[in-house]
């Protein structure tokens, strides 16, 4: 790989990965990384928040994290990989909350009970950083920028899922999904041009409220127009600016 | 790639070695027993949950033959008991519907190929079923976007017959010539005579089968110039719109046919080039486009079109147009391609069919490609059909440093490059003109399979 490439999820990226968290530096994928780098946490703090974590996986294609109806005691942060959350509607069908990327946290949902309330399935190989959330809570109340940084996380979390799913067009939908992958990839030095869908179509059909076939129709309409290419599992936007323009009424929302 | 084909038969001479013919690559002898339903099972699912999921290729095997031809080596059964079709049919009906069941219903069949054996070794009511059942279970594409074929011995076949295949929706067929000589045809027990197979060409034009495949083999029994040359004058008579001219490989202790040929009446090595020689530059001399390996068809054949537009596909059937596509092999010995993996059916009946009546996918081995296996495959594959790798395209696609990552194979390719069959160049590798009958050799030297030892005897020669 020439240096200045950027890896494709989910490539494992050699640089971050090698850049392993000690007792003073996160992960540069850590999703609490911000909330002790940028804003100054002091060693003794950061040294406390670094023994709650516990490396988890790796998880396996379709290996649950957890379940729905587990006691809740942990959030988790993905480190390499990628998980789907869902649960089971009233008619029984499954409903897709989400999908978590490196650096992302699932679990937070959980905070509101004492228990899970959504599946949380690898969708590739996948490894994860776990917090005990009953010693992360009791850091939180000594440490005010960490309860910040949960909250901000936690609201970050509702926003993403109520924006696609309003009443907009099957591409608009599909753009901005498309769209704000490559922006959560790139954030964490992921390439945002070339990545993998990790998803399976009905995932991402389900998530989009979208059937299967539309999700193909659509992505099929893209590459015929030259907005993408995509290859198996590998998608590449090559037509940024009509994606930008295409997902607009989501992104801009 | 250029259209003429220079040869140099003391070069050809060297490089006449054992080695695969890539219509896979890993190939088959590295399948695994280990393979096994639930890993197919999985690897259909996969498939199903690509964001464009690819287009289907259905292979149907028809494993029966009337009569042995001594130098096939394709998994057959020799019978004249027409029953032995009709007992086939119900394992395979079965073995569709399970094999429907892995795929998700919008997944449109692009391509279907029937072969042997001798398909036509069943009746046409029996391949009307056969192809009913497969549209009943699976979504075919529309007429127009839909390749349709079928392999025929002429022998076997009345033209009216043809008719009903046309109206079935065959629109491609593959003859089997192979020579004209009839002290060859003796030799080879495939006695065939001109007038039945330019009846049945003729039939394939009548009633819209647009494209037909002749098979013509050199290096056979008796085999001379003059009666080859002959044969060739023949073929082009009847125009084929593509042309396949495989080498006869004698390995008799691996196929059992062949011990029925006696090794001294096969032509010399030189001998055999020289035949190869002739088909390559009459052919040339008809106007004939060399696709590649040993195949070749008209200007205005779909193949060379594709081939010059840079959008020819090689699998298990050969040469293709269609993009890659998710390959399910039905029948005794079928290979399937899904996602990327390969797996094979057992090679003999009772067994493929015991596993159908018990509800399991036959499946008794194959393989899961690694990374390296899925970079190679992609460089074998342009090699192969556009006769030149694309590095930069490679190194992007795959993340590699190609010269250091491949620094083994460039270092096997020296020799290759000195004799003028291979160039390097910055962004690409590229076969030469003599190059270009040599593909085998080349991608020999990227098979990660084939170490410093010996070349198994269990691959025929390049040539």
């Known amino acids: 790989m020439t240096a200045k490439e950027k890896p494709v999820f989910p490539q494992s990226n050699a640089r971050i990965v090698s850049d392993d968290g000690d007792a003073f530096n996160f992960c540069t994928t850590c999703a609490f990384s911000s909330a002790c780098m940028d804003q100054g946490m002091g060693k003794r703090e950061l040294n406390d928040l670094h023994m709650l974590v516990e490396h988890i996986g790796p998880f396996h294609a379709g290996d649950p994290v957890f379940r729905r109806g587990e006691p809740f005691d942990a959030i988790a942060a993905v480190r390499a990989g990628s998980v789907k959350t869902s649960i089971i509607d009233q008619t029984g069908h499954e409903r897709v909350l989400g999908f978590h990327l490196p650096g992302e946290v699932i679990g937070l949902a959980g905070i509101d009970g004492d228990r899970y309330p959504c599946d949380a399935i690898a969708l590739d190989t996948t490894t994860l950083c776990r917090f005990s959330f009953p010693r992360m809570a009791e850091l939180a109340s000594r440490v005010p920028l960490l309860q910040q940084h949960l909250f901000r996380l936690l609201s970050r979390d509702i926003g993403a899922a109520q924006r696609l799913t309003g009443d907009w067009p099957a591409d608009v939908r599909m753009a901005a999904f498309l769209l704000t992958l490559s922006h959560r990839l790139a954030a ?15 995932d991402i059909g389900n998530y989009l409220r979208l059937a299967p076939e539309t999700v193909s129709r659509v992505l099929k309409r893209f590459q015929d127009d030259g907005l993408l290419a995509v290859d198996r599992r590998e998608v590449e936007l090559l037509d940024r600016p009509s994606l930008d323009a295409l997902a607009a009424p989501i992104l801009d929302s | 790639m250029t259209n003429g084909v220079t040869l140099d038969v003391d070069l050809l001479r060297r490089y006449d070695r054992p080695g695969p013919r890539y219509t896979s690559y890993p190939t088959a002898p590295q399948f695994v027993p280990g393979f096994d339903e639930q890993a197919l099972r999985e690897a259909a699912k996969e498939s199903n949950g690509d964001p464009i999921p690819r287009p289907l290729s259905v292979y149907v095997h028809v494993p029966f033959c009337t009569s042995p031809c001594f130098y096939c080596a394709c998994n057959r059964v020799i019978t004249r008991d027409r029953s032995r079709g009709a007992a086939y049919l119900a394992p395979l009906y079965g073995e569709i519907d399970l094999a429907a069941g892995l795929f998700d219903p ?235 993996t390969y797996s094979q059916n057992p090679r003999d009946i009772a067994s493929w069919q015991a596993a159908i009546e018990d509800g399991r996918l036959p499946v008794f081995r194959g393989m899961r490609m690694s990374d390296d296996d899925q970079l190679r495959a992609a460089l074998v594959q342009q090699l192969m059909c556009q006769g030149e790798v694309a590095v930069g395209a490679l190194e992007r696609r795959y993340a590699i440093d190609f010269r250091s990552y491949f620094r083994d194979a460039l270092v096997r390719l020296q020799p290759l490059i000195a004799d003028g069959l291979v160039q390097v160049e910055p962004d690409r590798i590229l076969a030469t003109s003599p190059g270009r009958l040599l593909l085998r050799n080349i991608a020999m030297c990227f098979d990660a399979y084939l170490g410093e030892d010996a070349i198994p005897a269990r691959f025929s020669r390049a040539i």
Do not use: W
């Open chain 1, 188 to 202: 964490r030095g992921f390439s945002s041009r070339r990545f993998q869908l990790t998803m399976a179509r009905t």
């Open chain 2, 106 to 340: 919008d997944r449109e069949v692009a391509q279907l190929h029937f072969g042997g054996g001798t398909p036509n070794f069943l009746a046409p009511a029996q391949l009307r079923d056969i192809v009913a059942t497969l549209r009943r279970q699976f979504r075919f594409a529309n007429a127009d976007d839909l390749d349709c074929s079928i392999e025929l011995d002429p022998r076997a076949l009345r033209p009216s017959e043809v008719a009903e295949l046309a109206a079935m929706g065959f629109n491609r067929a593959s003859l089997g010539v192979q020579d004209f000589d009839p002290v060859v045809q003796g030799a080879v027990n495939r006695v065939q005579s001109v007038g039945e197979t330019a009846a049945v060409v003729e039939a394939c034009r009548r009633h819209g089968i647009g494209s037909v495949n002749i098979d013509l083999i050199y290096g056979l029994p008796h085999q001379t110039p003059g009666g080859f040359s002959k044969t060739l004058d023949i073929v082009l008579a009847m125009r084929p719109d593509r042309l396949a001219v495989y080498g006869y490989a004698h390995l008799p202790k691996l196929v059992k046919a062949q011990t029925r040929i006696d090794a001294a009446t096969l032509p010399t090595r030189d001998a055999k080039l020289g035949l190869l020689q002739l088909a390559i530059e009459t052919l040339t001399a008809a106007g004939y486009v060399h696709i590649g390996m040993d195949h070749f068809a008209l200007p205005d054949d779909e193949l060379a079109v594709a081939q010059a537009r840079g959008s020819l596909h090689r699998n298990f059937m050969g040469y293709t147009t269609h993009a890659e596509s998710d390959l399910i092999g039905l029948g005794v010995s079928a290979i399937s391609h899904i996602g990327a």
